[in-house]
């Protein structure tokens, strides 16, 4: 067994040295459930009028080592059910007999509202239950289906995180209990590593680094998932939806508009209002008694376009892209910084071609995803996904089929690290995620291509073949950036504010010496000509000290900050600090005249090079 | 008397002569109104069971002309109102029976669902009416306030021009009579300018060329008023809002992003929605309780972005740029084309500033304005609109005063040809809007520059003064296109599709004379030259004759089409076809190398320079 196939007994196994270590603390502990989570483990403990916070776990992490220190077995054995229930009773633990109850009433249907495996119920099959199993680890019992690993000395390195209130089986008005939440993970060095992230990840916040680089807001009057971009943020957004743009554009990708809102019968036909009515946002008229919705999706209102005209063989494919704002009803509870928003900024593209157009189309997708996050500094990582045989999916199967044959060839022949997964398609068809690494470490599910061999169906589009024939396109979904503002939260956390020198809203700042009036002229004539060369440069010409400037600009982590003073103005070249994760190859650094200088961040930013190490 | 002043009792004496005619031929015409309207005048009659046609129009025509050429005498004369209530019925003209039965009942208040003047009616003064004046021209007599023309021999030259349903009074329910429309203008030759003018303007409605042309489409699905830009439309959207934004941007306006929806909680706090909140498109959210409405204007999100940093005296004028689409709630039948529509977008921008920096604001927004539209071969006429007396504005008297001051003050120094009108003002603060004549003459109202006194204190908005007090900032709203969709109805109509090449979809077109391999790659290799150069050339390799060819191009409107065949492939210089209207300087014509001919149209583009004669 691998270190990593091994981590999850490990983590199962800490919640019940966990649980040993709060019963022997809270004798009068009573436990609910304790399954492996993300990176670690937690168990639901209910302690009455006590609570533990976190002025607790040392206290209980000192308990948990005295137990993995002992080394003790996990044993296992079983019951038949009605002594298990038995032993629950006896043992004053009222959670572990309700869920014992309903496995004996309903055998393995107790999963429908927390998973089998979590409860830590040893769920024999499908029908009736008729044995429990238990490990025993030393002093402490629980049922469990396991696996556990040997003993409690074998369970790696681990650190108690945080405690929350979780109501008994995620039911509001069911009794409050605590999670407790651990970490695990086989070594100290990979606990200490995934600590560090934890740290820098905490630093590197977008919401924190939104408000201190001043690049977005949100307002109480304006609402939740609401984001407001502020000059800064706007670069952000305007560079990278350009660049996605331009990526396609050069293949032949031509820019639509499309409104934010449509009568919602433009759903009914494409089939999204069956599926997604209840998630969007509705419009009402006060004037006409129009039914409006605000659009979450630009495709059916592509499709309007694609039909707008005969279209002919030779007329494929055509290629429409739109950045432009969808909107979705996210419950306000889900909402967090740009990570998840309710008005959503798609750099979307659709491609409408015949069959034998498919892969040629999804490989320069491809090529263009793959520029996009190599410019960007991430490592990408391809996710096919297919359909399963739920009936969650509209089309003919066989289309499925082929479609899904096709994405997979052009991936084997990008040459892409891919995987694949089943049940995780569009209703419409097959797609393709890019999973892309960020800096340190989390990956992020970003650009999309989707085939769509429904759409185009339903709205009863169609080109005339070579032979005559009215035959229907196929469409290609493609975002590169996905949702610009969910890109946004990973790529300010990627780069923890210090943007290459293409997207820093700031590229140059000029700090005057003093602010006489031939300095303040030099320094007027620098901005015009960056002005017109298309580069972000500012002046600071405040009546502060050099140094109290220059703190100022590395807050806004701005590449280049150049002091004007004398020598700068009777002609002297440029000394310009370069902030100082940049690196600065030998050639580069050092004085240049101020034509020069310019010249060099314009190439830099043209040809979106990035000298920094995130 | 200039011609122009005479105009109206030209046009208001042709009604009567129209009414002579129409009683000459019909005998028991009965009249409702007959006042003047913009270039010509109109009569309501009731035939009864008979309907005049355009057919008839002929007739009616020869029949005033003789009463023209009688040159009879306007004569004017008075009877007491129950007189004339009694010549009404003598003649049998219940309708006019019915308008002095009312004059007599209520004095001039009569005039409260049609103007008095309109009426044809002498209403002497406020109260009782006692003396109505009536105008007779030879055979026909008709109460009347006039003035009116000397005699039926001095209408200068009209045409009738459409015979449209109306009902009594305006009021549906009454009976329906016939408004019978004429054109008049003092002489022949206004008259047949004016009618080619309305030919021309039919030739270039926006909506058939924005059809041929493949620029712009509605579909029934998406709903009225909400326009789709096909790629041809979206560039001259794009083009048009960057030039824009490039006038502001080049004297420190920054662009900032803000969404389409909003908690009317921020209209509450802005004032708007107790003004037009039943204008607004409401938005309902199914997950949560939130009142949300569609955003009519931007400035109350763009005061959020303000407010979020603290500002100092030396941080202004804040100057935001948003091209973005706004939503309001037209009726209907209020839509057509692109002119009105629902879903407009405004490039739209906001200055906070001090108010002694109002003046250089305005100055800087009106020079963008005028090179706006002198670089798209408009004349601009300003309008200072100010409020008056009613109490629909909000704000301090005083402020206002003083604001218009400097709006006029700003106008004065910019020389440009301006008029003032009460009553105009937006009900936040004095505005300047600007007034555009296009090339068949029309004028439209395009751009405005907006102060406002109201919003800044309403939303608490401050920056620290030079004496560190927090001090209220002024506000001036500006838009140079206005409404992107609206500009480009009258851009569209303006050019006749004729768009220059800064703005043309399609720059160059190249045309291969064949199919072969080095035809397709030289024409390729062009292309690829050309889209590096950020210029928009396309290629017909089509499998049709060089003449069809061309003939497609010129449906398209493009610029410059060239012919590829065997002498360009070998090396030798291009030779452009020149869109018609296009003046061509001597020189510029005849033939150029690929890379001079590519790098002479980019210089065209970029330096926005028309060679139309529209």
Known sequence: MSEQDNLHPMRHSLAHIMATAVQRLWPDAKFGVGPVVENGFYYDIDLGEQKVSESDFKKIEKEMRAVINKDFAFE??????????????????????????????????????????????????????????FYKNGDFTDLCRGPHVESTGKVGAFKLMRVAGAYWRGKEGNPQMQRLYGVAFATKEELDQYLTMLEEAKKRDHRKLGQTLDLFLFSDMVGSGLPMFTPRGTVLRDELAAFSNQLRQRSGFQKVWTPHMTKKELYEASGHWAKFGDELFLVKSQETSDELVLKPMNCPHHTRIYASQQRSYRDMPVRYLETTTDYRDEKTGELGGLNRVRALTQDDSHVFCRPDQIEVEINGLMAAAAELYSTVGMDLRVRLSYRDDSDAYLGDPELWETAQGQLKAAVLSNGLNYFEQEGEAAFYGPKIDFMATDAIGREHQVATVQLDFVQPDRFGLSYIAEDGSATTPVMIHCALLGSIERFLSVYIEHTAGRFPVWLAPEQVRLITVNQEADTLAFAEEVRRQAFDMGLRLTVDNSNESVGKKIRAAELYKIPYTVVIGEKEIGGGPLTPRVRSDMAVKEGEAGSAAVADFLQTVATEAKTRVSKSSF
């Open 76 to 133: 296992r054995f079983e019951l038949p059910v009605d002594e298990a229930i038995a032993w629950a009773r006896d043992n004053n633990q009222p959670y572990k007999e309700e869920l014992l109850n309903d496995l004996k009433r309903a055998g393995t249907t107790v999963a429908k509202d927390l998973d089998a495996a979590e409860l830590g119920l040893a769920a024999n099959g499908e029908s009736q239950v008729e044995l429990v199993s």
